[in-house]
């Protein structure tokens, strides 16, 4: 079960948030103090630079981070050749989805995000991912059963 979706550009700052379960193992009703989607993202993206280069220190540079679990969830990680990151973050019993996220890139980001002349090349000052199409698909190729 997907929980939600985050991308990163190569500048450090989310491009694309989708949550499906915005309440996964935290019981009924909002959580006091929640933070915001923004907030949420920059968590994230913090936890998987510093597992990532832990990963690498401790590894050597051809060892690669590719998820982590805790007791509520489950985080998977993609990096492409040009730094853009996704990452899923599941329920604890998800097999690993590297595969999945690379293939969420090929066949949805490349082909609806990258290669629209009305994208940005670069997504500075917040400008995120707004493609209908994008999220059309990624939507169909999500609840068609990860």
């Known amino acids: 079960m997907v ?13 694309y948030h989708k949550t499906w379960l915005p309440n996964l193992g935290h019981g009924n009703g909002p959580r006091p103090g929640r933070l915001s989607a923004q907030d949420d993202a920059k968590l994230i993206f913090g936890t998987v630079f510093s597992l990532r280069n832990m990963v690498r220190k401790l590894g050597g540079s051809e060892d690669n981070f590719i998820s982590y679990r805790t007791g509520q969830y489950k985080l998977h990680y ?15 019993k ?26 940005p090349v670069e997504h500075r000052g917040g400008v995120g991912v707004a493609n209908e199409l994008f999220e059309l698909a990624l939507e169909s190729f999500i609840s068609g059963g990860l």
């Open 78 to 92: 993609y990096e492409t050749p040009t730094n853009i990151k996704f990452v899923m973050l599941t329920d604890t």
């Open 94 to 119: 998800t097999n690993n989805l590297r595969i999945v996220l690379h293939q969420i890139y090929v066949n949805l980001y490349v082909e609806y995000v990258v290669k629209n002349p009305l994208s």
């Open 3 to 15: 929980v939600s979706q985050l991308t990163e550009s190569p500048t450090a700052e989310c491009i």
